[in-house]
């Protein structure tokens, strides 16, 4: 059956695609977004530092540097739009030498020609004064760099692209592209056809350019691995803290970095791998460790909870700062209205905004676009019982009785909050996207006390057998029958 049509088709929902949506649904336009995954946010988008990065590390003149700073600029009223976290908390990359106090200026100047703003280079002193956990005799302070829960940001871009009228279809791996004078695309389940296609399909957009007849491209896989801390160490620092770049430049190094919600995080390592695997391994988490406890000695004592991966799509398998290749967002040169989005890595969660501006502007350039008048900029805050002042708590639990409910006892999340995000707008059902929308199960316990009481919800609230409750992807069934009666 031919889905019919569509203005633009993106595929993809990471928060490329999905900043992409909710772009073009300030304007007239039928946009699809289509996913081979259950959810939004399963790719690179929620396997990362959630890092704001203000723009000093890239080149000077480049899309990354130009899309980096916007975009920086264009997320905090985002946030106070979409009512996601975000904290402008600072980041510190330390030296302890001559040498990085010469790269420092470096990146110092690389910044204030791209726009940054608030870039200062600070002495030990200054750096004992505002991180005394931290030792390193020399520091560039970014008092403009921010935090914030990618899977919250990519998922509140969906639900407002959603909510303006933008169609997601989830489960919807693309196998055939075809142009006749528009596009056909062909999931596992249905063919769209659309005058526009947006490739922000992540670690696969070399494979959708392909299909869709553009082979000037080749993403190489590079894993890197994380390890989230227990809460208990949320005071240990207060802002970022990375290390002078490594001169592979296949990262920004092993750094520090606190998340909105209170844990750190430490990581990532850069491994080129030739698949996409998510494994985790001792060897780099060790490494990890051994470099973190050099710039916090102090972190030795913590607790670790949990670990994962993340992939970054490089255009190059990069060996030295010459091999830099900047972001591909453009126009297909060979196929028209084909637009391209590849090779987004670092920093492209903070850049996605701008570069959902960007190809407005490609699609605006080429044709009048009218705009939405009944375009909604805002979605509804949802309660955080946590952040509640006692009398607050109060009165939302006379309200609905729900908040007065424990049941995730790590993070203190109520039912009423575990309600609220089973009965997401995108309809999500699975363990891990009620996860990530509400932080049920992502505490010390890792869901070891909450589940089974997520799951009984779950049956109730859809008439499901447990056999049924998936934890992400299709297949990933948690049950598979019952020991006994």
Not at 332 to 350: D, F, M, Q, R
Request: hydrophobic residues 35%.
């Amino acid at each position: 059956m031919c889905k019919n049509p569509y203005d633009a088709i993106i595929i993809g929902a990471g928060v490329v695609g999905c900043a992409c949506g909710r772009e073009l649904s300030k304007y007239k336009l039928k946009v699809g977004v289509l996913e081979k995954n259950t959810d939004v946010s399963e790719g690179i988008s929620k396997g990362n530092s959630g890092v704001v990065h203000a723009g000093f590390y890239v080149p000077y003149g480049t899309l990354k540097a130009k899309t980096n700073v916007e975009g920086s600029f264009l997320i905090p009223k985002l946030a106070a739009e979409l009512n996601f976290p975000y904290k402008k908390i600072g980041k510190l990359v330390i030296s302890n030498d001559k040498y990085g106090l010469k790269e420092l200026k470096r990146l110092k100047e690389n910044g204030d020609k791209n726009g940054c703003i608030g870039l200062e280079i600070i002495t030990e002193k200054q750096i004992s004064h505002i991180e005394p956990k931290v030792k390193a005799k020399y520091a560039l302070f970014s008092k403009e760099t921010g935090i914030i829960s990618p899977y919250l940001f990519t998922i509140a871009l969906a639900e407002n692209a959603l909510k303006n009228g933008v169609e997601f279809f989830l489960n919807h791996e693309v196998i055939k592209i075809w142009k006749d004078k528009e596009f056909f695309v062909q999931t596992k389940k249905n063919t769209f056809h659309s005058r526009w296609l947006i490739n922000a399909a992540g670690l696969f957009s070399d494979k959708i350019s392909c299909l869709a007849g553009d082979k000037s491209y080749k993403i190489f896989p590079c894993r890197g691995e994380y390890l989230v801390t227990d809460k208990d160490n949320e005071k240990i620092i207060n802002r970022m803290i990375y290390p002078i770049p490594p001169k592979d430049g296949a990262s920004l190094g092993v750094h520090i970095t606190p998340t909105t919600d209170g844990n750190i995080l430490i990581g990532p390592s850069a491994e080129f791998i030739d698949d996409y695997g998510l494994e985790n391994t001792k060897q780099f988490l060790d490494g990890m460790k051994e470099n973190a406890f050099k710039m916090v000695p102090e972190l030795k004592r913590l607790s670790i909870i949990r670990t994962y991966s993340g992939i970054r799509p490089k255009l190059i398998r990069t060996k030295t700062k010459r091999d830099f290749r900047d972001f591909v967002i453009e126009e297909s040169k060979t196929v028209p209205k084909l637009i391209n989005i590849i090779g987004i890595e670092s920093p492209g969660l903070a850049a996605a905004p701008a570069i959902a501006n960007l190809v407005l502007n490609i699609i605006g350039n080429k044709e009048n676009l009218n705009k939405n008048e009944q375009f909604d900029a805002y979605n509804p805050e949802k309660p955080n019982f946590q952040s509640l002042s006692v009398e607050e708590k109060k009165e939302l639990i006379k309200k609905n009785p729900d908040f007065g409910e424990i049941i995730c006892r790590c993070e203190t999340i109520t039912k009423g909050e575990l309600l609220n995000a089973i009965n997401n707008p995108l309809e999500i059902k699975t363990m891990d996207g009620i996860k990530r929308r509400c932080r049920a199960g992502m505490g010390r316990c890792q869901g070891g006390f909450c589940m089974p009481r997520i799951i009984k919800i779950l049956r109730k609230e859809y008439g499901i057998k447990e056999k049924e409750i998936l934890k992400n992807e299709n297949n990933s069934n948690l049950f598979f029958g019952k020991i006994k009666e």
